[in-house]
């Protein structure tokens, strides 16, 4: 059932431009909790506004650049925003990336809907495979959604990971059962849930939120396997807003943020008895299909992370402005550390890009990019970030952490001190300077250092969580084979595998399990 605030919501124009987006925020009710007390209107409090600017910028973007942030949806005959496009080939998946890239250098940050677009695009053939095993109707059912969510432009949040308790047991198995999100009762009209979602991205800027299970599901956890659509201002939701290193800059000094106009949001969703009508239902029980779901929506999600690539672009170009700054950009070891940072950003790009151009198609027609490149995306994901941000910080130098604050800059007595000794170039104001190392300082160790370093190493999953994808991938027999045949040892054999290398291939995806997350 939607609330009174969605079903207004509904009826109201499309949204098409980030000022429109912005307003239909407004006047939601919204349960938010940050700093211990009841946000009023999330959409005016200075710690929030930032994050749901970025999120205005994928819809102001569209508008400038159509080609590259929009797609035609088969199912509306509409250009809508390229965040709602089922993939239907290999360019839609790139072009994906491109738009991704492009976002991450305009505003450094996340911009929190590429969790939303992987479940759409996972959702696509999972709901078909489930249909077509048990007879359901949830594939109608999700392009009906789908359709609802493309002809409103709305912001959809994809709501995967659960708070889990004590990792070693199963949901079923957890002392207390709300740790996994977990049906409560089922009626004839649909189902109710309750449990609770960590570290969501942009949840209480989303319009809608789709819940999912985040792990392998086994016979006796069938109330966990359900998938469903949720107003984000429906009855029993509260959202706790998630801390970030520095986010009380942004109640600050402008200059103190270091990047005052964007940032990112991550909070926990808290459902308590939050009623799913069947219309909305596109898993209820089947719990086979769970790691299904998971794997796929990882997969799409791992080559996403080329968004830290424009957010790369960004750093690189702060890392050269300091050196600039300082005089020292022409020398050799300063350049040499720039071509660095930037062989290690156009790496995390190019995989994840080549993750998408390798796309096969799925049975209900939409494509699934490259599952191994994907996962060696994000596996770079993990650990290049953290470098390029190591030397942006060597090429900063020291006051990067002991820059006065803006109001020392701003003083009648102090300020013409700062002025003087933090002087670089003397064609350089003392404040442009400050300005960059607090970018620098933002994207390193403050409000956005959540997105590009430690959401790098566990969102779409731990490290680990790649390297058993790639370890199931790896086709080491095939690879022994390979150089068996050279050598002369059991050449027949050797042929044989080397031949088939198709149909290795596809025993190795039949048999893989799903410990992956």
């Known amino acids: 059932m939607a609330t009174r605030a969605q079903d207004a919501a509904d009826n109201a124009p499309a949204i098409h431009t980030g000022a429109e987006y912005i307003d239909s925020l407004r006047g939601r009710k919204l349960k938010v909790y940050l700093f211990g007390e009841l946000v009023d209107e999330p959409v005016d409090h200075p710690v929030i506004r930032p994050s749901i600017n970025a999120v205005a910028e994928t819809y102001d973007l569209a508008q400038r650049n159509p080609e590259l942030a929009t797609a035609l949806s088969p199912l509306t005959g509409e250009r809508i925003n390229r965040f709602l496009h089922i993939a239907g080939s290999p360019e839609d998946l790139v072009n994906q990336n491109k738009m991704q890239r492009r976002l991450g250098q305009l505003t450094g940050t996340c ?7 992987d479940a759409l695009n996972s959702l696509h053939s999972v709901t078909y495979e489930i249909d077509q095993a048990h007879g359901t109707s949830y594939h109608a059912q999700f392009l009906d959604f789908v359709r609802l969510v493309q002809s409103r432009g709305y912001v959809i949040g994809g709501a995967m990971t659960d708070v889990k308790g004590d990792r070693g047991k199963a949901p079923h198995e957890q002392a207390d059962p709300d740790l996994y999100l977990r049906i409560t009762r089922r009626t004839e009209q649909g189902v109710y849930v309750s449990g609770a979602k960590a570290h969501q991205t942009g949840c209480i800027n989303s319009h809608w939120l789709i819940v999912m299970p985040t792990i392998r599901l086994g016979e006796n956890d069938r109330d966990y396997a359900v998938v469903g659509a949720i107003p984000a201002d429906a009855d029993g939701i509260t959202y706790i807003y998630g801390r970030q290193s520095c986010d009380t800059r942004s109640m600050e000094g402008e200059l103190d943020a270091g990047n005052a106009n964007f940032a990112g949001q991550e909070a926990m969703i808290i459902f308590d008895d939050v009623f799913i009508p069947t219309e909305r239902l596109f898993m209820n029980g089947e719990v086979e299909f769970a790691a299904m779901l998971v794997e796929r929506f990882t997969c799409y999600h791992r080559r996403s992370y080329v968004c830290k690539s424009g957010v790369g672009d960004v ?12 005089g020292v950009d022409r020398a050799s070891h300063i350049r040499d550390k720039l071509v660095e940072m930037t062989h290690l950003n156009e790496t995390i790009y190019s995989t994840g890009i080549a993750s998408s ?14 599952d191994m490149i994907a996962n060696v995306c994000k596996h770079h994901v993990t650990k290049l970030p953290y470098e390029i941000g190591r030397l942006a910080q060597d090429l900063a130098g020291g006051l990067v952490v002991t820059l006065p604050s803006q109001q020392e800059l701003e003083h009648p007595e102090i300020g013409p001190l700062v002025q003087k000794y933090l002087q670089g170039r003397a064609e350089i104001s003392t404040e442009d300077r400050m300005r960059i190392l607090r970018l620098i300082e933002n994207m390193t160790l403050g409000r956005n250092a959540v997105g590009y370093l430690t959401e790098s190493m566990h969102g779409a999953g731990s490290p680990q969580a790649q390297r058993i994808q790639i370890a199931r991938q790896a086709q080491l027999d095939f690879k022994k084979a390979l150089a068996q045949a050279l050598a002369g040892i059991d050449p027949e054999a050797a042929r044989e595998i080397v031949a088939d290398v198709s149909g290795y291939m596809a025993r190795v995806l039949d048999t893989a399990g799903d410990d992956s997350t």
């Open 315 to 326: 750093l690189i170009g702060a890392a050269a402005t300091i050196a600039d700054y300082n």
């Open 357 to 370: 151009y390798q796309a096969e198609p799925m049975q209900s027609g939409v494509y699934l990019n490259d």
């Open 111 to 117: 911009f929190q809907r590429c969790v939303g677009m």
